[in-house]
């Protein structure tokens, strides 16, 4: 077991139940000292969120409740300053498909909190448990700073069980380059030779297969333990590609023959470290390292179960930069009693809110670090 608080909750079962509350405080708390002792602008703002009431120490889920959440979109213009005892490791960027591109700052802790907390929930749902072979439809790391490329690389290389790694898209001049014959002929030599995880955009895969079969191939039989793993990319259309989660995760699961509970999604952000992969039943479960909520952004209490509102992340694993509490503009529902048999809360999304409809409370907090 680790001394640390934060590494302590990294420690516990990654869908713990009962949910390990005290163990998650203490790591709100070290977090928190982290940040306010490193960022004086951000301790300015939870100060005056607070009203001048001391955060720390942090003993009780109402604490952590009334620490002030900085709102998305503000952080993806604005940036705290890295204090000199900082040491970037690594600069993840956002892709900046719906809005601005957002940057983070990573010290080696927090990188490594972060590929530790991927890889236990890739553990947790029985993600690569055999020896696999990896194929990412992704932009290869070696030409992009994009966080889904960077962190998956980082997790694959530290599963011991992905024994190889080939990307099939990479970053040329600027602009992403696929090659649809060679992810067709990498697909097509890793499915003779075992298990194969299928990692990336659900576009590349689906134009994969659709090339495929263009090609005469009814199916391409995937052995047992493979699995495909899309992330983001749903809003992206191809000619003759229909991004429809739930058609896609038929037609890929048909196409392969490995059941459609072999085929996950996974939802997460670039300013969180925590995922959301998808249970053998399409939920999003929360790991057990983030309190995930939503929230009514007009009074900024939480929502009742099965009611819509912002999702609010929680996260104490990063203390490079102030991105333990966020309030995105994803629409959400958080549910509970999954038929997987997993206890912990899942989130459901429900798409993007528009930002101008929540430009006051969006200026406040701008107004309130810039």
Not at 19 to 32: M, S, Y
Request: with cysteine; glycine share 10%.
């Amino acid at each position: 077991m680790s001394a640390d608080p934060i590494d302590t909750l990294l420690d516990e079962p990654v869908f713990a139940d009962p949910w390990p509350e005290a163990v998650f405080i203490a790591a709100v708390d070290a977090c928190l000292d982290v940040l306010l002792a490193r960022f004086p602008r951000y301790a300015d703002f939870v100060r005056d969120r607070t009203g001048g009431i001391s955060p720390r120490p942090i003993e009780t889920m109402e604490r952590i409740a009334a620490l002030p959440p900085l709102f998305l979109p503000v952080l993806k213009g604005f940036r705290f300053e890295l204090p000199g005892d900082v040491q970037t490791a690594v600069e993840l960027t956002s892709s900046g498909t719906t809005g601005a591109a957002s940057v983070v700052p990573l010290d080696e802790p927090s990188m490594r909190r972060r590929v530790d907390a991927m890889a236990a929930v890739y553990g947790g749902l029985g993600i690569g448990a055999d020896d696999i072979q990896a194929l990412a439809f992704l932009m290869d790391p070696a030409t992009t700073r994009m966080a889904g490329s960077v962190v998956i690389d980082a997790v694959l290389r530290a599963m011991p069980q992905v024994h190889s790694i080939q990307y099939l898209a990479r970053q040329r001049n600027g602009k992403p380059d696929f090659s649809l014959p060679e992810a067709i002929e990498a697909v097509t030599e890793a499915a003779s030779q075992g298990p194969v995880l299928l990692v990336g955009y659900p576009a590349l895969i689906a134009a994969a297969v659709h090339g495929m079969r263009e090609t005469g191939a009814g199916r391409l039989p995937l052995p047992q333990g493979s699995f495909v793993l899309t992330g983001g990319g749903w809003k992206s259309s191809l000619p003759g590609v229909q991004l429809d989660q739930g058609e896609f995760r038929r037609l890929v699961a048909d196409f392969f023959e490995i059941g459609p509970r072999a085929v996950r999604d996974m939802f997460g952000l670039s300013e969180c470290p925590a995922v959301f992969v998808q249970c053998d039943r399409g939920h999003y479960h929360a790991p057990v390292f983030v309190h995930a909520q939503a929230i009514d952004p007009e009074s900024g209490e939480e929502e009742e179960p099965g009611k819509t509102g912002l999702l609010q992340l929680t996260t104490p694993l990063t203390t490079s930069y102030p991105l333990l509490k966020i309030l995105t503009t994803d629409k959400v529902v958080i549910n509970r009693g999954c038929d997987c048999g997993l206890a912990t809360p899942y989130i459901v999304p429900r798409g993007r809110a528009s930002v101008a409809r929540f430009e006051t409370c969006a200026m406040k907090i701008g107004q309130a670090v810039g």
